[in-house]
């Protein structure tokens, strides 16, 4: 991994990791985590700007999430991921009750639970699936999906704690996801969680909050 500083790093949209090179004659490297080679690219500053929009609006969602611990709503959890799309991988991030969370991975929906992760709020890439107009606030979220209110109420101290230190460990751009759909291992959980933020996949992990409720 190179530093952020590092004029000659390189990200690989594969693995999303953020990797020191030099270029071959034709401009491409070689990644060294996952072999793939793909050619340097400088965004322009407008690109980093609309970047660094994207990103504060994931972790204006984070931060949300932590609202609605605040409120009592502790077992509220996030179930964040990478997905494919035409311009490349988007974080995802569902906002899901505890009692449908893995006892497995705590990160992870149970598909035995019942319900389709897409019956949760469900954002992806820049706004919220199937949801107008976009929740700003946990008590719009919470007026606007009344019974889904009912299921994220509760104590849950230990998810509340972790998902604190998880915001810390991730300041001041970072977020996190626990499995990527864009390669063969996409249904297998991520562990530790990875992070990536404005200069891509960050050196540091996060370890996995603690396990689901549903039994």
């Known amino acids: 991994m190179s530093s952020k500083n590092d004029d000659s790093a390189t990200y690989c949209p594969v693995c999303r990791c953020t990797f020191a090179a030099i270029p071959e004659s034709d401009g491409s490297c070689t990644c060294d985590r996952c072999g793939t080679r793909v050619r340097r690219y400088v965004p322009t500053l407008q690109e980093i700007a609309e970047r660094r929009l994207t990103i504060q609006r994931w972790r204006e969602l984070l931060f949300m999430v932590a609202d609605l611990h605040q409120l009592g709503y502790e077992y509220a959890r996030i179930v964040p991921f990478i997905v494919d799309t035409p311009g490349g991988g988007d974080w995802t991030c569902i906002i899901a009750p505890g009692t449908y969370i893995s006892p497995l991975n705590g990160a992870v929906i149970d598909e035995r639970s019942g319900p389709s992760r897409r019956e949760f709020p469900y954002f992806i890439g820049r706004g919220w699936r199937g949801y107008s107009p976009q929740f700003d606030s946990a008590e719009n979220l919470l007026s606007a999906c009344p019974k889904l209110a009912e299921q994220y109420l509760g104590r849950d101290q230990e998810y509340v704690a972790w998902y604190q230190e998880m915001l810390r460990l991730t300041e ?43 039994m």
């Not at 864009?182 to 396990?211: K, T």
């Open 172 to 214: 001041p751009d970072g977020v996190i996801y626990a499995q990527s759909y864009l390669d063969d291992d996409a249904h297998r959980p991520l562990n530790p969680i990875r992070v990536f933020g404005l200069e891509g996949e960050r050196e540091h992990q996060v370890l996995p909050p603690p396990p689901g409720k549903w």
